[in-house]
């Protein structure tokens, strides 16, 4: 069995152990983070059934994934990462969703280009939830407007994403996470990576962002 497929499994035993029998049938979704690896370290999970993976590089999703897409159609990709405007017409026709809406210029351009070629992204928007100044995302304040922003352009908004700080228990931002996501009555929540899964797993996250602990370090 390869490496990237034993640790998949590993992870997803944590998850069922961790959140008991009442939640062990609605495991959250296991994104693969499979940014910058080539696809030699992906093609295992792919053949395992794996079908959720994410990006950060329209370019490089491009490279990588569109021959795979057009055999198997059944794979998801996420965009994870900031999605600057001039690339959305680009990312519209390969990603599924899309992490990172954190504008309403973006949220325009998106429901502008996909229109165009009669697709329907999952959209979730990014929340900063630790208010940090290095980090892509809208203030908790801000989540009313671009709520309403996105639902007059009939985005398929499905909840919010948050990464919060590092080196910081992250319980408060997730808890905070949490109780926002149910006020909008959202069922989908995308937070939890590599260093605090479990920790997301248990309030509530429905889409963990997991890269190091499937494939290995980065370098």
Known sequence: MHKTVQNLINIEN?????????????????????????????????????????????????????????????IQLHMIGKLQTNKVKFAVKLFDYIHSVDSEKLAKKIADEQQKIKRNLKVFIQVNVGDETQKS??????????????????????????????NIDPTIYFQEMDKINKTYNFKQLSMGMSSDYLKAAQYNSTYLRIGSNIFGQRY
């Open 14 to 74: 944590q998850l069922k152990s961790n959140l008991g029998d009442i939640n062990k049938i609605n495991l959250p979704k296991i994104i693969a983070v499979s940014k910058t690896f080539k696809i030699d370290k992906i093609l295992p999970l792919i053949d395992h059934g794996h079908l959720d993976f994410g990006e950060n590089k329209v370019q490089e999703t491009i490279d990588k994934w569109t021959a795979i897409k057009a055999s198997k159609p059944d």
């Open 137 to 166: 995302g809208i203030n908790i304040h801000e989540t009313n407007n671009l709520v309403t922003v996105c639902k007059k352009l009939n985005l398929n908004v499905i909840g919010f994403m948050c990464i919060p700080p590092v």
